[in-house]
């Protein structure tokens, strides 16, 4: 795309093994792409070159200021005459991490080292913990950490880093069409069996407000149980069950749709589990549709892409089953459907992940 946009300029790519990546830094250039990995691999060979513009493509590896790729990315925004860094994940972890990206693009000057940063803008307090104890026949060990309770001085923060920062948002860019979605919230009655399920749940939960043990329910645990009541919902294979007849009325839906209304338009389908994924994988299977996966258990960069291609390029492959592993970074707009199996409680992933098909240049 480069060489074609920008003809009286020579663009590279940088792959290949050392022997080969050394040819092509040795070769004429202008624009050099990399993946940070290769970065990473050869971060002292790019010490030889003058590097006017460094464009760094998402912020993962920069936000967390201790890893190996920040670092050598770091190396080279401080010699760089020019830094952008391109997002468009909304940046909505940890505050730190805030400033760990904008010290790319002279953060530090505007806000301070990470230490005043997080002194003046962060609200922290000492909290106890105990761990468990490091021999047998020991007791457990009590230490004392900072906890974030807060955040303090947001407009002031605000202020320092306008400059720095670009937000652009679908309504500002008014030469781009976009699809427009049509949402479509689906209500299923759960199964006897999943009822059953949940119901057991809802008992547990109601004891413990009836023991008066609220207090005592530490988040993560909470937290715990409404993902697995969110799992029951989804479907039985998704608390590690056998699939089977009734035992999930949102599989029983997406597979009668594949087969009707859908049955001759591409379609993506998220879902949280794995469980969940394996027992629609083997569903489509059984009723003769093609589908493709992304998910944890591949993460070989090549096979994904391969799978990609095949669910754009082949009109057989109907169906893109997808996890968190396609929420960023995916073009899958030849889809005209997106079917949420899961509901991730969060609006920006949820907004990210319609965005896989959502995009320019899509038919539907």
């Not at 997106?338 to 896989?356: H, K, P, S």
């Amino acid at each position: 795309e480069l060489n074609r946009m920008l003809s009286g300029m020579e663009s590279v790519a940088i792959t290949g093994n050392a022997k080969q990546r050394l040819r092509i830094y040795s070769s004429s250039w202008d624009i050099a792409v990399l993946s940070k990995e290769m970065l990473l691999n050869d971060v002292d060979a790019l010490d030889q070159f003058k590097i006017g513009f460094m464009i760094v493509d998402d912020v993962d590896s920069i936000r967390n200021q201790g890893n190996k790729q920040a670092s050598a990315i770091g190396r080279h925004t401080q010699r760089s005459e020019r830094v952008l860094i391109l997002n468009a994940t909304p940046l909505q972890k940890k505050l730190e991490d805030l400033w760990a990206v904008l010290s790319h693009v002279g953060g530090e000057d505007r806000l301070g080292n990470f230490f005043r940063f997080r002194n003046r803008y962060i609200q922290r307090e000492k909290i106890t913990v105990w761990t468990a104890p490091k021999s047998a026949g020991a007791g457990p060990v009590r230490r004392q950490i900072q906890k974030v309770v807060g955040y303090k001085n947001m407009d002031e923060l605000r202020e320092r880093i306008a400059p720095l920062v670009l937000k652009r948002t679908l309504d500002d860019l008014d030469d781009v069409e976009m699809p427009a979605i049509q949402t479509n919230v689906v209500m299923l009655d759960m199964y006897p069996r999943q009822r059953e399920k949940y119901e057991e749940l809802r008992r547990g939960i109601l004891q413990i407000i009836k023991d008066g043990k609220v207090a005592e329910v530490k988040k993560v645990e909470a937290l715990a149980k409404i993902s697995y009541g969110a799992r029951i919902c989804t479907g039985l294979p998704a608390i590690g069950e056998d699939d089977g007849e009734e035992a999930s009325s949102k599989l029983d839906w997406i597979v009668d749709h594949l087969q009707g209304d859908f049955a001759d338009d591409k379609v993506v389908v998220f879902a949280q589990n794995k469980g969940t994924v394996r027992a629609l994988q083997a569903r489509l299977a059984d009723v003769g549709i093609s589908q493709e996966t992304i998910w944890g258990e591949e993460s070989n960069a090549m096979l994904r892409q391969s799978r990609i291609d095949r669910f754009w390029d082949d009109p057989t492959c109907k169906v893109l089953i997808g996890t968190a592993a396609i929420e960023s970074s995916l073009n899958l707009h030849v889809a005209r459907h997106l079917i949420f199996a899961d509901v991730v409680l969060n609006q920006a992933r949820m907004t990210q992940l319609a965005g896989r098909v959502r995009r320019q240049g899509s038919a539907y």
